[in-house]
C-alpha cells in the first residue's frame, strides 16, 4: 500500500499501468453519466433542459479526465472500463426501456455519483497536480448531479419509498463487487479501498436520510451486500 503522495513515481511503469484502467474507469463513468442523463430527460420531460445541461457538464469532466491521461501518457483502457460499469449499466437499461425513473435516478444520481465522488475525494490528495486540479472542479459539480436525483425522491418520496428500496436492493452490491475489482490499481496510485467505501457510504448515505428514509433504514439499505 502506498502511504503518501510522496512516495508515488507518477512515471513509474507500475503508475501508470494502474493508472490506464483507473483513467479508463473515470472517462467512461463520465461517458455513462452523460448518456444516461439524457436518457433521463426523456422520462422527465418537465426537467428536460436541466438534465441536459447535466449531460453536458459530464461530458466536459470526460473531456478532462482524457487530458489527465495524456499528461501521463497514458492509454485508458477502456475495454476494462466498460466491464467494469457493465452491470449498472445494464440495470439501468433495463430500468430505462419500462420507464422506471426511479431505478434510473437512483443507479446514476444517487449510486453513480456518489461512487465518483468518494473516489475523487479519496484521488485528490494523492493525484498528480495537473490531476488534481482538474479533479477538485469536478467533484464541485458532482455534488450539484447528486443533489438533483436527491431533491426530485424527495419530493416524491412517499410515492417512489418501495422502489427505492428494491433498486437499492439489486444494485448496491454492484459497488461493493466493482470496489474489490479495482483495489489492487487504486492502492497503486495511494487510494486506500477502506476509506472510499467510507465515503461512499457518507455520501450516499446522507442522500438517503435527506430523501426520506430514517437512520435506521439508512443503515439497512446501505449495508446491502456489503458482505459479497
Known amino acids: 500500500m502506498v502511504d503518501s503522495v510522496a512516495t508515488l513515481d507518477f512515471q513509474s511503469?507500475?503508475?501508470?499501468?494502474?493508472?490506464?484502467?483507473?483513467?479508463?474507469?473515470?472517462?467512461?463513468?463520465?461517458?455513462?453519466?452523460?448518456?444516461?442523463?439524457?436518457?433521463?430527460?426523456?422520462?422527465?420531460?418537465?426537467?428536460?433542459?436541466?438534465?441536459?445541461?447535466?449531460?453536458k457538464m459530464e461530458s466536459r469532466h470526460k473531456?478532462?479526465?482524457?487530458?489527465?491521461?495524456?499528461?501521463?501518457?497514458?492509454?485508458?483502457d477502456l475495454p476494462f472500463a466498460k466491464?467494469?460499469?457493465?452491470g449498472l449499466h445494464d440495470n439501468f437499461q433495463k430500468a430505462?426501456?419500462?420507464?422506471?425513473?426511479?431505478?434510473?435516478?437512483?443507479?446514476?444520481?444517487?449510486?453513480?455519483?456518489?461512487?465518483?465522488?468518494?473516489?475523487?475525494?479519496i484521488y485528490i490528495p494523492?493525484?498528480?497536480?495537473?490531476?488534481?486540479k482538474i479533479t477538485e472542479g469536478v467533484v464541485k459539480d458532482e455534488y450539484l448531479h447528486l443533489n438533483f436525483g436527491q431533491q426530485w425522491l424527495k419530493a416524491h418520496f412517499v410515492e417512489v419509498k418501495d422502489r427505492l428500496k428494491q433498486a437499492n436492493r439489486e444494485n448496491l452490491p454492484l459497488v461493493w463487487r466493482?470496489?474489490?475489482?479495482?483495489?489492487?490499481?487504486?492502492?497503486?496510485?495511494?487510494?486506500?479501498k477502506a476509506a472510499m467505501v467510507e465515503d461512499f457510504l457518507i455520501s450516499y448515505g446522507d442522500a438517503l436520510a435527506d430523501i426520506g428514509f430514517?437512520?435506521?433504514?439508512?443503515?439497512?439499505?446501505?449495508a446491502m451486500g456489503l458482505a459479497a
Open 178 to 192: 466493482m470496489l474489490n475489482g479495482v483495489e489492487q490499481d487504486a492502492a497503486q496510485l495511494g487510494m486506500e
Open 214 to 222: 430514517t437512520m435506521r433504514e439508512v443503515m439497512q439499505l446501505t
Open 13 to 55: 511503469d507500475i503508475y501508470r499501468d494502474a493508472y490506464s484502467r483507473i483513467n479508463g474507469i473515470v472517462i467512461e463513468g463520465e461517458q455513462e453519466a452523460a448518456d444516461n442523463y439524457i436518457q433521463i430527460a426523456e422520462l422527465l420531460a418537465d426537467r428536460r433542459e436541466e438534465l441536459l445541461s447535466l449531460s
Open 63 to 76: 473531456k478532462g479526465f482524457e487530458a489527465c491521461g495524456r499528461n501521463l501518457r497514458v492509454t485508458p
Open 126 to 132: 494523492v493525484a498528480d497536480p495537473f490531476a488534481r
Open 96 to 121: 430505462f426501456a419500462v420507464g422506471d425513473v426511479v431505478t434510473c435516478l437512483l443507479i446514476q444520481a444517487l449510486i453513480i455519483e456518489a461512487f465518483a465522488i468518494s473516489a475523487y475525494n
Open 83 to 86: 466491464e467494469f460499469f457493465k
